[in-house]
Structure formats: structure tokens, C-alpha cells
């Protein structure tokens, strides 16, 4: 039995001082007061690792480029350095044989066991054209039942769907949520009474908040307003201080609160990596002031991971420390229903977790109680 303590454990929930953790056979036996003798004791935060569920690339590698098991184990590497000890790898709007090929790479990932690997997210193709941002348009389509079929296979691994009503309706969505996929609303201009039926048929969160999504107007709440209206909702979003305004993230932030607002990265290729510039679908897009952005001005991602995300929470929106640690690991566990063994400090759980220093600076990350940073 490995024993890990430090001057201060956040739990998930509540922040102790001076405690151990107890870990056998990559999972937690129990958390004890005091600093036991004994035990690999650091002076820092010990924090459950941190679980990103938009990571489209890192280290200089794209998902969306060879959806395979080395891409992935190079993106997830890249993200490690950052306490994130699960990221649900990200494939964006793609042709189709791209989605089947990311499920067999994550897949096989999984099998492997490749440390951060958590699931997949398919952030399209079933998005809004008017809304859709970096996504190429000629790969937009509707949900048909093909898609369906594919999705709603049995998976060892958690699977989330952004998906628009524009292109899928509610009956697309219980088959999702009846299969065991979150589904999460976003790139899209719908309607309060288009978005709240899929909310009724099981979609439970939206994607990167305020992006991709008409302003919120007093006659036409849209997709801001039926988010911040439905306090049992998730919420992503990107605090990088550019992809939403300070004030509008706060504004999210007292509506939703730590228990329903979740850090995302939105992470692109640059995260990671020495060089500055990449290709997106055969278009260069360059990081420039902490913004990654195609030669027009569009921004095609984020150049962002989620310890600073999590800092930048503690000054945008005047989060506490501890309040921007659930939102970087408890909140997203919950969404994806994964919070019986992730996001907390507790025992039972698996020993994820990422020792911080005062400004929340990465000091040490361990995968099922292995220091992996």
C-alpha cells in the first residue's frame, strides 16, 4: 500500500489541511487526517486530476488528422503536463468515416489503457451551418439512422454527442441517452422551443457557452437563455479570456454556479507544442496573442489547457480555489456520469490526482496512484 500526503487535500468538495492518502492497486482506501509517517509527503494542493471533455489536440498533434492510437497518446502526453488525467478526445466535424475510425481509436486506446484517456467526444457533424464556426460546412448533415446505429453500440468508455436541433431531433436524442451517450447542445441558433424538447428527451449539457450560439436577447433567449435557465444543466466553457467576455462568464457563473459551470480547454494541436502555427482542413492558423485564429480572424479553437483555465477562474469570475478545482474535475465527472470513481478524493475512487502549488501551478500528476509527471 502507497501512502501520498500533503499540507493541503481538496476532496472534491472540502479542503483539508495536512492529510493522507492511502492508494492500493491504483484506487484510494482512505483519505486520513495528519501527515502519516511514512508517507510521500509534498507541501502543496493535492487535487483530484483534472478531466477535460474537449480536447481536440495537443503537442502538435490533431485528432481529427489520424484518429489513431498514437495521435492520441500524443495529445494526451501533452495535456498531462497540465494535471489533466482525462480528456475525452475531440473529433470535430469531419467526412464520415472519420467518426467510426475515432471510436476504434479510442476504443483501442482504452483497451490499452493509455494514461489520460477517458472516452470521445463528437462535436458534430450534426451541427448548425449558420453556427458552425471552423467546422467545414460540406461535412454538415442530419442525423440519420446509420449515425444512430453506429453511436448507440455498447462501449466500455464514455461517449458525449454536441449535436443542434437543427440536425437531430428528440427522437434522435432518446436513442442517444437510451444508449447510454451524454448528448450536449451546441453551434446553434434554435429557439427556446426547439432546444427545450431535446433537454426533455435526455440532453443534459451545452457546449462551450456562449460560442457558437446567438446572443441572448429579453424575446429570444435562445441557446444562452434555456442554458442559464435550466439549473440542472451542464455548461462547458472556454476561460481564456477571449472566447467569452469576463462579465458574461461570471454572469453564467452565478446562474450555474461550481456545480454545474465545467472548465473546457477547447483544446487545439499548439497546446504543448514549440511551434505557434498549424493546419486546420488545409488552412493555417496561427496563435496570436494567446488566441489561435485562421487568416481571416475566425477562432478555430483555443490555444488554452485547464490548469490555466482553472487559474483564470480565480480571476475572471472571482471563483475560489476550490471552486475552480470541482469545475475542473467533479463538475465534468458528474456530467459524465464517471463521479463514482473520478473527480473526487474519496475513497473507492481511482487514484487521479494532481499536486498544485499556490497559484495552482502543476507540481506532480499521478494516473491510478502512478506519478506519470
Known amino acids: 500500500m502507497a501512502a501520498l500526503a500533503a499540507t493541503r487535500v481538496f476532496t472534491g468538495t472540502d479542503l483539508l489541511e495536512n492529510a493522507t492518502v492511502f492508494i492500493e492497486g491504483g484506487r484510494i482506501t482512505e483519505v486520513r487526517p495528519g501527515l502519516s509517517s511514512g508517507a510521500d509527503a509534498h507541501d502543496g494542493l493535492l487535487a483530484p486530476g483534472f478531466i477535460d471533455v474537449q480536447v481536440n489536440g495537443g503537442g502538435g498533434a490533431q485528432f481529427n488528422d489520424n484518429p489513431a492510437v498514437e495521435t492520441l497518446r500524443t495529445i494526451t502526453d501533452a495535456h498531462i503536463q497540465f494535471g489533466v488525467t482525462g480528456i475525452m478526445a475531440t473529433l470535430i466535424s469531419d467526412q464520415r468515416g472519420k467518426v467510426a475510425a475515432a471510436i476504434d481509436a479510442v476504443d483501442e486506446g482504452i483497451r490499452e489503457g493509455l494514461p489520460g484517456l477517458l472516452g470521445l467526444h463528437l462535436e458534430g457533424p450534426w451541427l448548425s451551418a449558420p453556427r458552425r464556426g471552423v467546422h467545414p460546412q460540406e461535412f454538415l448533415r442530419t442525423m440519420d439512422a446509420g449515425d444512430l446505429d453506429l453511436l448507440a453500440k455498447e462501449r466500455d468508455f464514455p461517449v458525449l454527442v454536441t449535436l443542434a436541433p437543427e440536425q437531430a431531433s428528440p427522437d434522435d436524442v432518446k436513442r442517444l441517452t437510451g444508449a447510454g451517450i451524454q448528448v450536449s447542445i451546441g453551434h446553434t441558433a434554435a429557439p427556446a422551443e426547439i432546444l427545450e424538447p431535446l433537454l426533455d428527451a435526455g440532453a443534459t449539457g451545452f457546449t462551450h457557452l456562449f ?163
Not at 230 to 247: C, K, M, R
Not at 342 to 361: H, K
Request: net charge neutral; aromatic share 4%; glycine share 10%.
Open 211 to 373: 460560442n457558437a450560439m446567438p446572443p441572448l436577447e429579453g424575446r429570444n433567449p435562445g441557446p444562452i437563455g434555456v442554458a442559464l435557465a435550466h439549473s440542472e444543466t451542464w455548461a462547458g466553457i472556454i476561460l481564456d479570456g477571449i472566447h467569452v467576455h469576463p462579465i458574461s462568464a461570471r454572469a453564467a457563473f452565478a446562474a450555474k454556479s461550481a456545480r454545474k459551470l465545467m472548465l473546457v480547454s477547447d483544446a487545439m494541436a499548439t497546446v504543448g507544442a514549440t511551434d505557434p502555427t498549424m493546419r486546420l482542413f488545409g488552412e493555417r492558423v496561427t496563435v496570436s496573442n494567446g488566441a489561435l485564429r485562421t487568416s481571416t480572424g475566425t477562432l478555430a479553437g483555443a490555444h488554452l489547457e485547464l490548469s490555466t483555465a482553472a487559474c483564470n477562474a480565480t480571476t475572471l469570475i472571482q471563483a475560489s480555489q476550490e471552486q475552480a478545482l470541482r469545475m475542473a474535475s467533479l463538475t465534468p465527472a458528474e456530467f459524465l456520469n464517471i463521479d463514482h470513481e473520478r473527480g473526487r478524493i474519496a475513497a473507492g475512487g481511482r487514484a487521479d490526482m494532481v499536486l498544485l502549488g499556490p497559484d495552482l501551478d502543476v507540481r506532480g500528476v499521478w494516473s491510478a496512484g502512478n506519478r506519470i509527471r
